[in-house]
């Protein structure tokens, strides 16, 4: 069975400018999960996605969005980014149906430099 | 005050000895707890999740839960130098969907 996948893996971009990063969760899983991981901040929350439906959003500005696609893939997007944006993004996807397990299967994560 | 606060380490302990991990948290009405281990330049892995208040374990490890002190802690028996990596501790704050609140870790090291 195919793991979380994460494209791209490194990317590096400038201030100012957007970027996109792409999850395919694990085959039957239908939430996915973003997640910030910094040297200061750890891992923070982003958002989650169950059904194409964002079910729960962490604290970060509207420069953060994201969506999920009916084949569950999710996409996150970062508009005019910041230098404290450069981090690793991690998705996450979980077999759990409306419930809460926290159970998460991490992806190997998107590695965002900006300049 | 963070939501949920770990000892960043690192600690270290001898092989073959138990190492013992500890995290709190704020929310008093938090009820699933998980442990993740990250190895260096990789990505978190679930190692425990625990509900109820009491010990629960698997294998080499023990996951303790006390919803009064608000607190949780992992132990790891018979310590191997694989072991060493930094585990995080993770609390579902709001108890809805998968939305996990993390610690900053605790580095282990485990010396031959």
């Known amino acids: 069975k195919a793991g979380v996948t994460q494209t791209p893996r490194y990317l590096i971009k400038t201030r100012g400018q957007q970027v996109t990063l792409s999850c395919s969760p694990i085959s039957g899983h239908r939430s996915v999960s973003w997640y910030q991981q910094t040297p200061g901040q750890g891992l923070q929350f982003l958002f989650e996605y169950f059904s194409e439906t964002q079910r729960n959003k962490g604290n970060f500005p509207g420069r953060f969005s994201g969506r999920q696609f009916s084949n569950s893939r999710s996409e996150m997007n970062v508009s005019t980014l910041e230098l404290g944006d450069s981090a690793l993004y991690l998705c996450a996807s979980t077999s759990s149906g409306g419930g809460n397990t926290g159970e998460l299967f991490f992806g190997e994560g998107s590695r965002l430099t900006v300049l | 005050q963070k939501e949920v606060e770990q000892n960043s380490g690192p600690l270290s302990v001898p092989e073959g000895a138990i190492a013992s991990l500890n995290c709190t948290y704020s929310?008093?009405?938090?009820?699933?707890f998980f442990w993740y281990r990250q190895y260096s330049g990789k990505s978190p892995e679930l190692i425990m999740f625990i509900y109820s208040n009491g010990d629960k374990e698997d294998g080499r490890f023990t996951a303790q839960l006390n919803k009064a002190s608000q607190y949780v802690s992992l132990l790891i028996r018979d310590s191997q130098p694989s072991d060493s990596a930094t585990y995080l501790c993770a609390v579902n704050i709001n108890n809805a969907g998968n939305m996990l609140t993390f610690g900053g870790g605790t580095r282990l090291m485990v010396k031959p």
């Open positions: 929310d008093r009405g938090s009820q699933s």
